[in-house]
């Protein structure tokens, strides 16, 4: 699967310690020494002997967030001194009390050992960190902790190399391409609705994005059965807006504002990762993900502010900014699911709105649904996981913003008013009332500033999502 995801940098190894004969370990330490920075690292030496010991912070302010920030600056330092070989203890972390202590851990190593870095000149696939984790004798449960905690972050570090793929590589019609590849290679079920068949079924506001590109609008469907009984129960679908690269089409975008596009798919590369985490697992419950991609170019053909189109629902919508173009690859995907599937629960992901960033920063992502147990499961998934949610309301009155003249609904408010909440609020009237669902607006949390003007994908969403998912 070369051609799919670059293998890991990082891979963890249950090793027994009778069969452990190397001099290089690890060392966590739950205290002040060697510093009180999370992640601070001291390399010490002793005759044959080398510990890196990693510093977890004080007593009181560790926890799981706190730990695995600690494994991502140690996988982030392995990897970058090519380090071959390293044990760690598995016992250590008993005397931690903090509960998925050693998961945590090993979750940070392997987010922190990833790296975007295949088009440079001279890059060479490198032999991964072997990471050795030590117990006393041959023990499953660490094992079967370990081969969750491999599979949850293969699928973020998937999400995360596919987000950082320029537009000239990933594009609507090449990532349904890989889609199928990767289904084929997880035992997913794949369908692909090209122009044809969503112009067919009326699918006008995904179509509509996309009629400036060469490249037509896709939405693509991965399918995972489940196991047993809960395999006949509805399924949960989960929606991921997938726009390859967007200029804002005639509402264009300025000059600073159009670079890192690129990353406006990051919604439904973490609905692929979802997936592909959802397959190796083997959950029981069933599982959809749909990715609604779309490039937004300029061109005559391209929708124009003050059209009006037909959605798959049969609403009619006027453009009001043709950069609200993520909300209209929603609509027809969330009214498919709803449909087509009948599900028990819709959760969307979505770079929607840069109004997110301004109301919650990079700490948190919007949260907006119409059902409060849902909304709370998803809340407290955020907070296991520290990928955190913070709710927004979708009171009524909000749908006057966008409450159409010469139509149904109108794209945007036109107006910088409330701008994640009318988001939201155009997405809810594409599902009934009936259907549990939730919007997810990681706009804020999809990527972080490594330096200036240097950004780097996080995946959020997918652990949290996938934590959901255990818990059905």
């Not at 293969?154 to 000239?168: F, V």
């Not at 060469?214 to 995972?224: C, G, N, R, V």
């Not at 690129?262 to 190796?280: L, P, R, S, T, Y």
Request: aromatic share 6%; with cysteine.
């Amino acid at each position: 699967m070369n051609e799919i995801q670059l293998p890991s940098r990082l891979k963890l190894i249950v090793t027994p310690l009778s069969s452990w004969n190397g001099n290089f370990y690890l060392e966590p330490l739950p205290s002040d020494a060697p510093g009180t920075n999370i992640g601070e690292l001291l390399l010490r030496e002793t005759n044959e002997t080398k510990i890196l010991s990693v510093s977890l912070g004080s007593h009181e302010e560790l926890n799981s967030a706190v730990i695995r920030e600690a494994g991502k600056q140690t996988g982030k330092w392995l990897t970058e001194h090519r380090t071959s070989d390293v044990a760690l203890s598995a016992a250590l972390f008993e005397t931690i009390e903090v509960d998925f202590a050693l998961e945590a851990f090993c979750e940070g190593l392997l987010l922190g050992a990833f790296r975007f870095d295949r088009y440079k000149f001279g890059h060479e696939e490198t032999i991964p960190v072997s990471v050795h984790v030590l117990t006393v004798a041959k023990d499953s449960a660490v094992s079967d902790k370990l081969a969750r905690v491999a599979a949850i972050i293969t699928g973020t570090n998937l999400a995360r190399e596919w987000s950082h793929e320029p537009a000239n590589i990933i594009n609507p019609v090449t990532l349904g391409e890989r889609a199928k590849s990767l289904a084929s290679a997880s035992g997913l079920k794949c369908t692909i609705l090209g122009e044809k068949e969503l112009t067919d079924m009326g699918a006008g506001a995904i179509i509509s994005v996309g009629l400036g590109s060469k490249t037509p609008s896709q939405m693509i469907i991965l399918e995972h059965q489940g196991k047993g009984v809960t395999a006949e129960k509805s399924p949960v679908v989960v929606i991921g807006k997938a726009i390859t690269f967007d200029t804002g089409g005639y509402s264009l975008k300025d000059k600073a504002g159009i670079v890192g596009m690129k990353f406006d798919k990051c919604g439904g590369m973490n609905v692929i990762g979802i997936m592909q985490a959802v397959a190796e697992l083997e959950l029981p419950v069933p599982v959809i993900g749909i990715i609604a991609a779309a490039e937004n170019m300029i061109s005559k053909e391209a929708y124009r502010p003050n059209d009006i189109i037909t959605s798959l629902s049969g609403k009619t919508i006027e453009i009001i900014s043709t950069d609200a173009e993520g909300r209209m690859v929603l609509a027809d995907a969330l009214t498919y699911a709803s449909t087509q599937y009948k599900p028990r629960a819709i959760i969307d992901l979505a770079t929607l709105t840069g109004g997110v960033r301004t109301a919650l920063g990079s700490v948190r992502a919007g949260l907006m649904s119409n059902n409060d147990k849902l909304a709370t499961e998803l809340f407290a998934s955020g907070e296991k996981t520290n990928e955190r949610l913070w709710q927004l309301p979708l009171d009524e009155d909000y749908f006057e913003l966008i409450r159409g003249t010469d139509s149904d609904i109108k794209n945007s408010a036109g107006v910088p008013t409330a701008s994640p909440i009318v988001g939201g609020m155009f997405l809810k009237q594409f599902v009934p009332d009936e259907i549990p669902w939730a919007h997810i607006d990681i706009a804020g949390t999809a990527t972080v500033e490594k330096s200036k003007g240097i950004r780097l994908a996080t995946g959020f969403g997918v652990r949290l999502v996938l934590e959901f998912l255990f818990g059905i």
